[in-house]
């Protein structure tokens, strides 16, 4: 076993050397790559941004186009005598706009008028400092059902009407069906000028974000080979820096794990590493602890290994185990006991014991 944790050890280190060198290569094609990445993402930046400019400024102008064809509608509709003059008078007819003044439930031409600032203004003085007050208003009639501003007589008169004929009624849902369709495509069209899809890049700003793209690729191709060789040095550093006995003996134990069953658990050892136990009818693994340090056996500093920080228990302290390590023909755990509340203890047998400063050892532990 020592032979073999040796001749590991040289394959170990003749690995590290080997990580060490093709990453120096790579650290300097990664930086040229990260140069160039670099070098070709600030034209493919400049032109995307120059793209969103000019799409943020179409939309403003659609945005500014939107209101005032808004704006001038409704000014055309309060503007009954058309002399391109809206008047207190004018407005103060439209009652929708009357809880804008103090919405007592009447709209005089004096409420009108303090409305509009003074006594009449022209399409410009509208657009500027009326038509923002009166906007949600005429955009919220403009959204709801066509009957919802019909006079009630009217509306009382339709509804007997309807009695009479309520056979045809069926075919006239229809229709009022369609034309809900028909407002439905007019709300949509008259959506906010953000929810509008960006135009595709041209052509020019398309090649500069492919050439920026495959640099990226490239970059990135060499940054996760840098990481792969990075994840493998520090698994091998951490090997070269275990402690695997006087010899490296224990090394050939690395990676490995052994299980042990009795009538209610199997019980896992994975030196170096973990240990846990699991029930035989099923579930999960729970932890008994991890690698902690090797603890002395009289005059031998490796006769036993300690597991601690596992899964605390209920009320108690967290799991831990204590492993024996005894000279055997194979690697086994032979024997699990929990000595007290949350303390395990395996009995481990590995040729790796077998060797003469631990039989030594062994041998004094024993006369003691």
Not at 18 to 42: C, S, T, V
Not at 169 to 176: C, L, V
Not at 267 to 289: A, E
Request: charged share 40%; glycine share 4%.
């Amino acid at each position: 076993m020592a032979e073999e944790g040796q001749v590991l050890k040289r394959d170990k280190q003749a690995r590290l050397e080997q990580l060490e060198k093709e990453r120096a290569e790579l650290e300097l094609k990664d930086e040229e790559l990260q140069r160039r990445k670099e070098e070709a993402e600030r034209p493919e930046k400049e032109a995307k941004e120059k793209h969103e400019k000019t799409w943020k400024d179409v939309k403003e102008r659609l945005r500014q186009e939107k209101e005032q064809g808004e704006a001038k509608e409704l000014f055309t509709s309060i503007d009954t005598n058309q002399n391109l003059h809206l008047e207190a008078h004018e407005l103060a007819v439209r009652t929708e706009y009357e809880k804008l003044a103090n919405n007592d439930g009447e709209f005089s031409e004096e409420e009108a008028k303090e409305i509009l600032g003074e006594a009449y203004v022209t399409f410009q003085g509208f657009l500027d400092t009326v038509w923002p007050k009166l906007r949600d208003t005429f955009r919220d009639h403009a959204a709801a059902p066509a009957d919802s501003n019909a006079d009630p007589d009217s509306q009382e008169e339709k509804k007997s009407g309807d009695l009479d004929e309520h056979e045809e009624s069926e075919s006239h849902d229809d229709d009022d069906d369609d034309d809900e369709d028909d407002q439905d495509d007019v709300r949509t069209h008259a959506k906010d000028e953000d929810d509008l899809p960006m135009p595709e890049y041209d052509e020019d700003t398309k090649h500069l974000i492919e050439v920026a793209n495959k640099a990226r690729e490239e970059y990135e191709e060499v940054s996760q080979q840098l990481k792969k060789i990075d994840n493998e040095l520090s698994t091998i550093r951490k090997h070269m820096d275990l402690d695997l006995g006087t010899e490296r003996e224990f090394a050939p134990l690395q990676g490995r794990c052994f299980e042990y069953t009795d009538r209610e658990y199997i019980y896992s050892l994975c030196p170096f590493d973990r240990v846990s136990q699991r029930q035989k009818s099923g579930g999960g693994d729970t932890s008994l602890g991890t690698w902690s340090r090797w603890v002395a056996v009289g005059t031998n500093q490796h006769g036993a290994m300690m597991f601690e920080h596992g899964l605390r228990c209920w009320n108690g302290p967290d799991r831990s185990v204590k492993v024996h390590i005894s000279c055997g023909t194979e690697d086994r755990v032979t024997a699990v006991s929990e000595v007290q509340r949350c303390e395990y203890e395996y009995q481990f047998e590995s040729p790796a014991a077998c060797h003469p400063d631990h039989l030594h050892s062994h041998r004094i532990a024993d006369e003691l």
